[in-house]
């Protein structure tokens, strides 16, 4: 009597991932039970491996990307994915009203930022991969390992998560008409705000402020200012599931 076989393992840690474990099972009652059908359903709890499991769940591609590593933690946490940033962008993040937020989405960030165009520049000084680029004035200093906060949005362009490098974008502005040229750069994708923002990328970056400015990760906000960060790439550290 043929049957129909369900065969869902968990990985086998250090020996097989829980789709290998699917395969050589599956491989296995064939041999003995070659007219059965059998049905590779592996399964992960979160942990190690889950990635697999999800590959083969959606038919997806495993894809590693890079992570930023920072030598301060903001909320314990010394690690980011998308961006960090110091002065401005911090402090809107910071000002941002949780409850407009839920109800207006983005324009929340919008109504912070306009509440913070006055926000004071400082002096940054960047070391990029080891070599001083002096001291700047500016509102805040972008570090980032993904350049878009929304498919459509992207704040630096250019940045790429897989490329082992971070970009980093000094912005300069000051002035309403400063932040409308920065923004006409991010939403129109021109070079007519290029003057209120400079860029580098680096494997590494070593970033201090006179006075000391709140430091984000991926939107979490320290609580505390600091007066410098380093941070580095750790490239393919993290590997997800595309489409």
Known sequence: MRVRVLICPDKFAGTLTAPEAAAAIAAGWHDTAPDDTTVERPLADGGP??????????????????????????????TFLVMAGLGFDAAMLAGTDPAFKRKHGSLAYVRSGLNE??????????????ADQGERRASCVLLANVGHVRRDLAVVHGARPDDGRL???????????????????IVLRRRWGDVRVETFTASRVELSSGTGQRLEYDGEVGAEPVTGVTVQVAPGALTVCVP
């Open 117 to 130: 165009l006055r926000y004071p520049q400082d002096s940054y000084r960047l070391t990029i991969d080891g």
């Open 167 to 185: 970009d980093v974008a000094v912005i300069r502005a000051r002035s309403l008409g400063d932040w409308v040229q920065v923004a006409a750069r």
């Open 49 to 78: 491996g889950f990635v697999d499991v999800l590959a083969v769940a959606l038919g997806g591609r495993r894809r590693p990307v890079d992570v930023g590593v920072g030598d301060v933690a903001v909320n314990g946490v010394s």
